[in-house]
């Protein structure tokens, strides 16, 4: 009985614990600027041909971010726990997610031609 008592509980908390913010944005911004994220994706989290794809308000769930972070798919570096927590990439996760969306394309003159005039 007390068990079960337990397991209602629980499972009324679930959707409650999966709502909370899993990181600090803020301390998030520090570490994406400290170990150099910024460097590759661009300080708002835009990317570059070059270096690294854009990654601001990223699709991928924390599991695949912290995944890619881990064990990199291609050429970015790994970044492993000693030098970057599991907290801390809880911490850009939610830096990166709470990035603003890009404006629309069709608000902006210069890519509509009104610019060009
Ligand atoms: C030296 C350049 C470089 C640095 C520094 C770097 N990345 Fe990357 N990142 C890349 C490249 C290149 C890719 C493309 C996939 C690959 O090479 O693994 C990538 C891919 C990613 C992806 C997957 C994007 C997608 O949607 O598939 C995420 C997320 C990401 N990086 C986050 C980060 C974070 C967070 C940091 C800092 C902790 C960081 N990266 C530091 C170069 C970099």
Redesign the pocket.
Known sequence: MRLSIFAAALLLATPALAQQPAGNADNGKK??EK???????GLVGQGSLL?????SR???PLD??TQ??RS??????P?EAAV?PEAG?AD??AY?KAMPAPPDPKSLPLLTGMGAR
């Open positions: 570490l994406f170990v150099g994220c910024w460097q590759c994706h270096s690294g794809p854009r990654i990223t699709a991928l695949a971010f890619q972070l990199p798919s291609n050429d970015m570096p970044y970057l990439v850009i996760y990166i």
